[in-house]
């Protein structure tokens, strides 16, 4: 049973690639402006619009920054983002990734290993330092740095609301 219902489920995402309807059912799913995302790519040209032509603005060299989706055009073919220094500008949506990331802001932040001010500490981050988001709850995120990681107060990092929560 399990098989078929593989079977069936491949079948009709076929039928749909092949009637041009896989693109629009993509744009419905996408997520809504504004959120939080990454950069994926090793190398990102912000550019000043929504197309190659327009001129870049900036080149990016760091994989996994933090940045703030804040529009979109032609179903997030470009989108137009915000880094962590307020800068605006538009980025071609394949080199943006849902990954959550985020960067240590103001001073050195103390990683503890648990989400409470009485938990051990055992890292400090630097600010300006990257790294991967989860576990945000009660003002708090767990953030990994290449597999180093603890706990962080939410509002020492630039890539998660206020009060925000993720799994």
Do not use: H
């Not at 049973?1 to 079977?7: F, T």
């Not at 630097?126 to 767990?142: D, E, N, Q, T």
């Amino acid at each position: 049973m399990r098989n078929s219902a593989r079977i069936i489920l491949a079948l009709a995402a076929i039928g749909l690639a092949v009637s041009g309807l896989a693109p629009a059912l993509a744009g419905l799913i996408q997520k809504k402006p504004p959120y939080f995302a990454s950069i994926s790519a090793g190398k990102a040209r912000m550019r000043t619009g929504p197309a190659r032509t327009y001129p870049a603005s900036w080149l990016y060299q760091r994989a996994d920054l933090p940045v703030k989706v804040i529009d979109m055009y032609e179903r997030g073919a470009w989108l137009k983002i915000e880094d962590p220094s307020g800068t605006q500008g538009w980025m071609m949506g394949t080199l943006i990734s849902e990954n959550r990331t985020g960067l240590i802001m103001g001073t050195v932040a103390e990683l503890r290993d648990s989400p409470r001010f009485g938990g051990k500490i055992i890292w400090r981050a630097a600010p300006g330092v990257v790294g991967r988001l989860s576990k945000c709850a009660r003002g708090w995120c767990y953030f990994d740095v290449r597999g180093r990681g603890g706990y962080v107060e939410a509002n020492r990092l630039w890539g998660v609301e206020p009060g925000e929560s993720l799994n």
